[in-house]
């Protein structure tokens, strides 16, 4: 089954978080990220939900092999680079660019697009690989859109914390997905038995079992 409800579920929960009055109240100041406003944070998380405007509906071109998800993950830039990277004061620029009309105007904007994904992405097909031209690679449509799912649960609880407010719980079906994802990268980091301590045995959990 496509995860594009899922993921429409766990978008909305982000617009629902970003048109929250605490938002609006905190734009200017820091977000919980360092060297990040919550404009900028906020920006971030929209932007996934545009990003996912922006491959809806392409394919990777002919003879294009997607990348399994945890693949994508290994050739990412960004993870572990530091906080004056490039990579990481791009985006954090990026998110800033992308919520500059306001908080208002951002959530909007957010919403027109989320009409038209509820409208386009049912229809499509989850297995088929699309293009993501910033990184050089495919991924199948359903990968990317647990990409997005990650985002939108991971930075929608810095936002919340940001502005403090709880933390909005995901739906199960957008929720089991993103957890998954996530052990399988702790796991990788940290390898299998630090992850089984972590979730079962206390007394000998690791004292970090961090995805990123």
């Known amino acids: 089954m496509s995860l594009s409800n899922a993921y429409l579920d766990a978008a909305e929960v982000a617009a629902e978080l970003l048109a929250a009055p605490e938002v609006a109240a905190g734009w200017a100041a820091p977000s919980a990220l360092p060297e990040m406003t919550v404009q900028a944070l906020a920006g971030h998380l929209a932007h996934q939900v545009f990003s996912v405007a922006r491959v809806m509906g392409t394919t990777a071109p002919a003879g294009s092999r997607p990348v399994p998800v945890l693949e994508h993950y290994a050739r990412a830039a960004w993870i572990d680079a530091p906080v004056d990277s490039e990579v990481n004061v791009g985006i954090r620029d990026n998110g800033a660019n992308v919520a500059a009309e ?111």
């Open 102 to 212: 306001g908080p208002a105007e951002l959530v909007a904007r957010l919403r027109a697009a989320l009409d038209e994904q509820r409208a386009a992405l049912p229809s499509l097909d989850g297995e088929a690989p699309v293009e993501l031209p910033w990184t050089g690679w495919a991924l199948r449509l359903d990968d990317f859109l647990l990409t997005r799912m990650m985002e939108l649960a991971v930075h929608g609880d810095d936002l919340a914390v940001s502005v403090d407010v709880p933390t909005p719980n995901l739906p199960p079906a957008a929720f089991d997905p993103v957890a998954a994802l996530l052990a399988g990268l702790a796991a990788r980091r940290h390898g299998q038995p630090a992850l089984l301590r972590a979730l079962t045995r206390a007394e000998r959990a690791p004292s970090a079992i961090n995805a990123f």
